[in-house]
Structure formats: C-alpha cells, structure tokens
C-alpha cells in the first residue's frame, strides 16, 4: 500500500507527531523529539568526530529511521540500489544542510517541532526556510540537475543500513561510545523505545515521502499540497498536545527550548537548508530515507551531514540556545558565533554556484 | 510518441519533464527509476485526465500517458 493520498499523508504525519510526542515524554530533550540534524550531530559527537561534551549519545532513532526506510522498501519491493549523480557534490550539500541548521539549532523537521510549541524564532526560520526552497525551485526551473543516477550493485545500498546496524549493537553492548552527562545529549528515552519510534517513522515516512524540503517545494512548483499534508498532519497533533500539556509557550526568548533568537541568522540559516534541501533532492529526514532504500547518492548526503556535524563543533560554527544559569538564575540569550555567520554565508554562496553551474543542457 | 527519459533523475525533475512534455504531445512515454516516482507519474496523469498504463522493465518503469 502507498499512502498516496492526502489523508494517508495526514494520517501518516500524524502517527509521526505521536512518535515524537512519545519520545519527549519519555525523556529526550525538549522540542527535539527526532530533529535528524542533532541526532546526527550527537551521533557523531558519541563516536568522538566531534568533543562537544553536552551533545555525544548514539541515537538509536536515526538508526531505525534508516532501518525502517530499509526494511520496509525491502519488503515491498521498492529496495533499489543506484548512485553516481554527482556524489561529491551531494557530500557538500549535506555539509552544507548540517551547517544551516546547526545556525538555526534544528533541522526542517525541528523546525516544525519548535513552531508547534509556539516558539516564534522556529516562525521567523520559516521565513527563510521557504525563501530557500523558493531560490532553489528558481534553479530548477531553470535546468538545475545533478545528473542520472544508475543501478548500483545490490550490495552497495546494504552498506549504511549494515553501519548503522553495527554502531546499533555496539552501542548497547560495548562501551565504546561517548554518551554524555550532562546537556541536551543526556537526556534520552530508553534505548528500546527510540529504536522502535525510529523504525515506525522510518516506515511512515518511507511509505507517505515525507520530506520538508518536498512539501514546499511541490507547492511553489506545481501548486501540489500532496507532501505538505504530512508535515500538516505532524504540526497539528504535537500542536494540540503542546497545548493539552502545558506545554506550549508563545515566545522568541524562552528558556529550555534551546534556541536563539538572532532573527537574521534564523532565517540565513535556515535559507541555507532550504535552498540545499531542494538542490539534494530532499530534506535531512528524507536523506536518510532515501539512503535507507538503497541511494547511494543519499547514503552520501548523510555522510556529508555527519561530517558536517563534526565541522559544526570542531570550528565552534554551532550556535548556542537560550538557557538560564543554574547559579544565578540570569537568563542567558542564545547565540550565533562569528565563525558561524561566515561559515553560513559560504554555504548560500556554495549552493548559488552548484545551482547554477549544474544544468541539464550542460549534462553530456 | 514523445520520450522523457526520467531514468536516474532526482525529483521532481521527472514530473518537470513530463509536464513540459505534455504541453505539446498528446501521447508521452516516460522512463524513470524509482517505485516512487512511477506512483508521481502516474498520479499526474490523472490530475490531467490522462490515461496512464505502466510497465516494470526490471530495472526502470515505462509509463505512457494519452
């Protein structure tokens, strides 16, 4: 069965807003649930590719996200193995994607998450978001392509789901990985728990193609709110939980959401993803899908995502979220760093050059 | 019959393609790869009111509107 219609879609994104509810409940930081680029990010810091002590814990979600995505194309004979469209190329853009939105502090989906619990910076992302979306749908109405990908052998697309499959056992049987003490990376549903809500949205979003950087852009395209009504579905469920639970708080400034509300380097960073997403051929979440059903061009986006992330902290471009000090309760703003406001202004100029020098005429 | 050789491509290139076939031939063939984007295709195709009928080719999908 394919959730092919809007009210699959909806359904669809609705079970996903269940899953995240469930995980914040559990125990994962507040208005993260799933977010892929800082599950990544903490994925990466638990392995040591990265130091930043509050955000290192192999998140078994971004592994049953992939598995899931694996599992299911496997069984419904939608698994096939392909690469060759411009890898490198989409290795940057991964980088890239993980540098915008570790400015903004989140990825499209945290986005989401944030806007459902009324924090007003994730709105003001939005804005950039969809400009990004927007110049990148200028670019492919203009011929932007990164070229055919072509059959790959069967194994190739095994290759990630077998890593992740492995950093999975290690982590629950060894103590090789870093899981940090204190900070966002400390906080965490049971390892069991994470696993499965990772599987089930892996599953869901294989099956609805749910992608962020797809539901806008389809609707400035080709006026099609086919994948937007997933994200839609999502939004109202955790909306109305937030609201049921006390837990929604209209504000730019709120403590524990970990964000920050530098306006212009919301929107820069999130233009940055956007505008990438389009050219990847999908957001963050949908990277990771596509990897899981055996692109190999997607397994590399997530390479570049990974790397990214460890780029992001290793050369302090991360910003840092709004919190009050725990010794004298002074609340302390979020902020972007210098490094960051010049690494996000080479990323709009790096998706400006791929966008524009790929072209369908120009592929031999 | 017009072609679009969708195979390989990212979307929504396929889909652009298609469309921009479809403004000047009544009757488009259309390659693609993915599972996923045989089900956009085809779903295209009733948004235009097109007949569509497709083919596994093993390794690609062959969807001909008209």
Redesign the interface.
Known sequence: M?L?TKAKRLVAGALCGVAAMVLALLGNPANMAFCIACFIRDTAGAMGFHQAAAVQYVRPEIIGLILGAFLIALAT??Y?S?G??SPMIRFALGVIMMIGALIFLGCPLRMVIRMSAGDLNAYIALIGFAAGVCTGVFA?RRGF???????ANRASGVVLPVIVLGIMILSVTTSLFISSESGPGSKHAPVAVALIAGLVVGILAQKS?MCFA?GL??IF??KNF?LISVIAGLFVVLLVFNIATGRFTAGFNTPGVIAHSEHLWNILGMYTVGFAAVL???CPLRQLILAGQGSS?SAVTVLGMFVGSAICHNFGLASSGTAVNAETGELVKGAVTSNGRIACLICIAACFIIAFTNR?SLEK | MKEVDA???????P??LT?DALKNNQEVKVLV????QK?NVE?LAKDKGKKCTSRDMG?YFEITLG
């Open positions: 394919v092919d004979g939608e096939r392909s060759g469209s492919l392509s990164l070229g055919r990908s072509h059959p193609r797809g852009r389809d395209l080709m086919d990847a051929g999908g061009d369908r | 195979r390989g491509l990212s979307c929504p290139e889909l652009m469309l790869s993915e599972p996923h089900t779903k390794d």
